[in-house]
């Protein structure tokens, strides 16, 4: 079962760009790489998902080198609203499969300062 | 756009009570799975179904845990003889088997308090 490593927390500052990155060096050929941000009082929401190389939407980038042993979540020109925490899941893309053995982890809270 | 719901949204209770929560998903979406969080820490995976049968079931969820999906639509999560440790908020989180990414989709959570 791969487990990820994140950073327990994260400051930056209104309209800098953001990397947070994840290890997660046991991945399994099988596995995708998927990001949730969680603010206060609220479930997580569902970010970005891939498997290899650069995927991008509107909200973020998500990096994964070739060896895949670890992702990068790229968040652009960040606002205060993006303070929140966020969180790397590794585990099949059928998910549910081993629905009990991807685990959320602590997550990675980013403060953003004015 | 009706999301994950979750009813109620607090509750508190005295130690020993049994409590109920309900969560209705996205109405097209046929799993469901119920997570717990605690302060500081991820969600916790407690249990899932698909349609209506509860597929999974993580050791957290004790004896005093009961999780029922009848119609295949919204579930009901039950707490019996509730202990201050059950003090957390309970998540509820829906997705579709046949989309490729199957991205779970999150109700607010029901926060519970016992006493």
């Known amino acids: 079962l791969a487990k990820t490593t994140q950073p327990i927390s994260m400051d930056s500052y209104e309209g800098q760009e953001v990397n947070i990155t994840c290890s997660h060096n046991?991945?399994?050929?099988?596995?995708?790489i998927t990001w949730y941000q969680q603010f206060p009082s609220q479930g997580p929401r569902f970010i970005i998902q891939g498997y290899k190389t650069k995927v991008t939407n509107e909200v973020a980038s998500l990096f994964i080198p070739a060896d895949r042993k670890s992702s990068t979540l790229s968040l652009p020109r960040v606002s205060l609203s993006d303070t929140a925490v966020y969180y790397c899941l590794v585990g099949d893309r059928d998910w549910d499969t081993n629905a009990g053995k991807s685990t959320f982890g602590d997550g990675t809270t980013l403060t953003v300062k004015p | 756009d009706t999301g994950v719901s979750q009813d109620p949204r607090h509750k508190i209770t005295k130690r020993g009570q049994n409590v109920t929560f309900r969560c209705d998903p996205i109405s097209e979406h046929n799993r469901l799975y119920w997570y717990r969080q605690t302060l500081g820490q991820g969600p916790e995976f407690l249990t899932y179904f698909q349609n209506e049968a509860q597929l999974e079931k993580s050791r957290l969820l004790s004896d005093r845990f009961s999780a029922e999906r009848p119609k295949g639509s919204f579930s009901t999560l039950e707490i019996q003889r509730t202990e201050q440790g059950d003090s957390a908020m309970y998540l509820c989180?829906?997705?579709?088997?046949?989309?490729?990414?199957?991205?779970?989709?999150f109700g607010a959570g029901t926060r519970l308090s016992v006493l």
């Open positions: 046991n991945i399994a050929t099988n596995d995708y």
């Open positions: 989180a829906s997705s579709l088997s046949t989309l490729a990414k199957n991205i779970q989709y």
